[in-house]
């Protein structure tokens, strides 16, 4: 009898190890599997937070225009919402209309590039929303008829989406992920 005992003490049977491999299988599978989503959110996060940073340099760009200039600095947005006119009062842009898309496709170091571009990694859609004077359009000023007031601003919607080769606007070929800002453009002094 003490034999056995004594031969049954020096190792581990047979359902003990697969039972403890089984274990170990499922807890490395578990944690692996966590790492991965962990890793993903990483990744989607860090897009996200290059994203906010490209629509608010891509907001600050839109509302820093020159009077004198015919596009933004930065992103190259044409035409820029205020302009000068022959009298040198400031004005609506008249190429401005609303409804009007623009779209810049950029590199992650915010240069200009065609979407075809391999480097194009963000997509920039501006389409404003509300054109002081432009017809169909509600003003919030009292006893202004069509938004025409000196005092109504330009409305825009600014959407920052990725990748580059994905529009916002189609329904067929949505991106991986977007942003959108909603930009008011206040007539400068």
């Not at 089984?22 to 578990?30: D, E, I, P, R, V």
């Amino acid at each position: 009898m003490n034999a056995s005992l004594r031969r049954s003490s020096k190792g581990f049977s047979l359902v003990e190890v697969s039972v403890a491999l089984g274990l170990t299988t499922f807890t490395l599978l578990t944690v692996v599997g966590l790492m991965l989503v962990g890793l993903q959110t990483a990744s989607v996060s860090g897009q996200e937070t290059q994203a906010i940073n490209l629509l608010s340099a891509a907001a600050s760009d839109l509302q820093n225009v020159s009077l004198s200039a015919t596009e933004s600095k930065i992103f190259k947005f044409s035409p820029a919402p205020w302009a000068k006119d022959n009298n040198h009062a400031v004005v609506v842009n008249p190429s401005l209309q609303a409804g009007k898309t623009i779209t810049v496709c950029v590199t992650d170091n915010y240069e200009v590039v065609p979407p075809e571009d391999p480097l194009a990694r963000f997509r920039l859609t501006l389409r404003y929303t509300r054109v002081p004077g432009a017809s169909g359009v509600a003003s919030l000023v009292p006893g202004d008829q069509a938004g025409s007031s000196p005092l109504a601003p330009i409305e825009a919607v600014l959407i920052v989406s990725w990748p580059a080769s994905k529009d916002p606007m189609s329904s067929e070929n949505k991106p991986q992920g977007w942003i959108e800002s909603y930009l008011t453009f206040r007539k400068p002094l």
